[in-house]
């Protein structure tokens, strides 16, 4: 198997985490856990997003690599402008990725550590509006990935 085929593979495979993981967070586990108690729901959301967040940072990690390895061969110059676009998504949606892990989460995570319901729900409301961004930029990344000449 040519060596770019399985970097495109793994490319692909992060990406699909990446999305997928966004698409269900955002529209089966948060309206789901609406139905919980403020007391259930903060702990829950705050474990499901630990480990969903170490897996983004993987999968991130592997889109970068992958990427690269695919990009840096043909160079800037000879490549397509949905590849630009594409890297321009790519480096939005990661510095919107490190701002919630890095700078909103361990807020929410303190404040359900210590049953301030009132201040995890209001970091969790702050993760939700940037993972919509996120998603919103992910579909079009894919798009120009996919659709641009
Ligand atoms: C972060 C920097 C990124 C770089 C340097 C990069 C680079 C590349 C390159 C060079 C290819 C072309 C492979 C080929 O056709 O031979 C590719 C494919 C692809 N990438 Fe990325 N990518 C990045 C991020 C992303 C992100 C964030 C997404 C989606 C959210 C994404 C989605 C795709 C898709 C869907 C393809 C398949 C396109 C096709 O073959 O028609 N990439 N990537």
Do not use: Y
Not at 53 to 74: E, H, N, R, S
Not at 78 to 98: E, I, K, N, Q, S
Not at 105 to 125: E, H, M, N, V
Request: glycine share 6%; proline share 6%; charged share 10%.
């Amino acid at each position: 198997m040519a060596m770019p085929k399985l970097l495109l593979f793994v490319h692909l495979l992060a990406v699909i985490v990446w999305i997928g993981g966004m698409s269900f967070v955002l529209f089966c586990l948060r309206p789901a856990s609406a139905d919980l108690l403020p007391a259930q729901r903060a702990p829950l959301m705050v474990a499901t997003l630990e480990r969903f967040f170490l897996q983004v940072t993987i999968a991130i990690l592997a889109i970068w690599v992958t990427g690269l390895a695919m990009l840096l061969p043909v160079g800037m110059a000879a490549a397509p402008p949905g590849w630009h676009m594409m890297l321009a998504g790519g480096v939005v949606m990661t510095l919107v990725f490190v701002w919630i892990r890095w700078v909103i989460f361990p807020a929410a995570r303190r404040a359900a550590g210590t049953s301030d319901l009132p201040a995890a729900a209001a970091s969790l409301g702050r993760i939700r509006l940037l993972v919509v961004v996120n998603l919103v930029l992910g579909v079009l990344t894919i798009a120009a990935a996919t659709l641009a000449a």
